[in-house]
């Protein structure tokens, strides 16, 4: 379900109570975390997980439910197969709408599951200290459910808390209560560091019944992690995106000494004006706007007019846009809504697209600012879209990760330009 979507369920008897627990968590985290920024990644995760735990069961006797009904009206259609009198079918119908009201609920609890998930990946991002190229080694794969298991969760609560007794100074993530790890079931940070990503072997005992444990001889699973560990590890000291992926072969991840500058002052400023006015807007750059509005109190089309005449050197010539909101899951190594320095009320506000942020930005204007900083771009316009292209020797197309990080993740376009003359740099490209 998109954050879209949600508005249509905010009616439903179950939604305010889930929405309370998500905010609650949020507030808790943004003010802990400015008070000691360990305890708050260590106690929130723990409330993370036990949040999960329940919608987990939640969603498990709600599906039980509604098979228990699907069977019943199979049932009732079969023995009255031969008299299915109007009453019989009023029966199978009303167990048909009772299955459905059954649906809508689960569609809330996977919702929500995956907003506690998202939660837990802003988590990540700042106990990583913003490591994109860490973060992007180890979601490098499928999506992860969290388990369901009863024991093994046990089991990992009890190691996450084991870890904790060492003392303060160390912090496990739980990988599997984010969106975005996908290797290996822990990290381990001591004083701030990177100590040790471990990969639990946790499995049913063939000999004991509904035995889980920790040890066992070493599967199929367990191997592939291992190389997929050994493979990140090296990816991590050589940079060579090819152990990510084959596709990826002959790639190479930069590292950059780029300090970079990100405009979420303006993008508060802009939800505050909304919050009291309907609409607010600021420029913090040349090319570069930020539209935040209250879609229950304006008419977007008469914005867009108001907007564009406001500022005709954004719209007159050619120009982009992009919805600053939820990240696709499919793409995990983007900056996650939770993970940015924002007040929690603005974080809740574009979480669920109670007040939606727009980027624009101008190809003349973000042109003629390259051209400040010596980089030959030219945006080209195609059928599908538009490219950003270094018109150097060699020449280079800039990537869509970076341009997403200019328009969905509020970089500002100095830091935007200069992550791109680094680059030029690093392959001693002629500018």
């Keep these: 379900m998109s954050y879209h979507e949600f508005s249509e369920f905010w009616d439903h008897n179950l939604a305010p109570d889930l929405y309370k627990r998500a905010i609650k968590l949020i507030r808790y985290f943004c003010i802990i975390y400015k008070w000691n920024q360990n305890i708050a990644l260590f106690e929130c995760q723990k409330k993370i997980f036990y949040e999960l735990i329940t919608l987990e069961h939640e969603i498990s006797i709600y599906n039980e439910r509604a098979n228990v009904l699907k069977n019943e009206a199979v049932q009732m259609a079969k023995i009255n197969r031969d008299n299915l009198s109007n009453d019989i079918k009023h029966d199978i119908s009303l167990k048909y709408d009772q299955v459905k009201e059954i649906q809508e609920c689960l569609k809330l609890f996977k919702y929500f599951r995956w907003v506690f998930r998202y939660i837990q990946d802003g988590i990540v991002w700042k106990a990583f200290y913003f490591n994109r190229q860490l973060i992007r080694a180890l979601s490098e794969k499928e999506p992860v459910n969290f388990p369901s298991n009863t024991q093994g969760n046990k089991l990992e609560m009890n190691f996450f808390l084991g870890i904790r007794k060492l003392g303060n100074n160390w912090l496990p993530i739980m990988h599997d209560l984010s969106n975005c790890l996908r290797t290996g079931d822990f990290s381990i940070f001591k004083d701030g560091q990177l100590y040790r990503i471990i990969e639990l072997k946790i499995r049913k005992n063939e000999n004991k019944k509904n035995n889980t444990h920790l040890l066992g001889s070493r599967g199929s699973r367990e191997k592939r992690q291992e190389k997929r560990l050994k493979n990140i590890s090296e990816y991590m000291e050589t940079g060579d995106l090819g152990k990510l992926r084959r ?185």
């Design 247 to 431: 596709e990826y072969s002959g790639g190479k991840s930069i590292k950059n000494e780029v300090i970079e500058k990100h405009n979420y002052e303006y993008i508060s400023r802009a939800i505050s004006c909304a919050r009291r006015r309907g609409i607010g807007v600021e420029e913090p750059e040349s090319g570069l706007l930020y539209l935040a509005y209250d879609w229950q109190s304006v008419d977007f089309d008469q914005m867009m007019l108001q907007t564009r005449n406001s500022f005709p050197h954004i719209f007159d010539t050619p120009f982009t846009f992009r919805s600053f909101g939820n990240r696709n899951d499919e793409k995990p190594e983007l900056l996650p809504i939770t993970a940015m320095d924002l007040k929690y009320r603005d974080i809740v506000d574009l979480l669920f697209c109670k007040i939606p942020v727009l980027t624009f930005i101008n190809f003349k204007l973000l042109e003629e600012n390259a051209k400040e900083y010596k980089i030959p771009l030219h945006v080209k316009n195609q059928n599908k879209g538009f490219k950003l292209v270094v018109d150097s020797k060699p020449g280079g197309i800039v990537g869509e990760g970076l341009i997403d990080r200019l328009l969905i993740e509020a970089l500002s376009m100095c830091s935007f330009l200069n992550l791109i003359r680094s680059i030029l740099v690093e392959f001693n490209i002629d500018m």
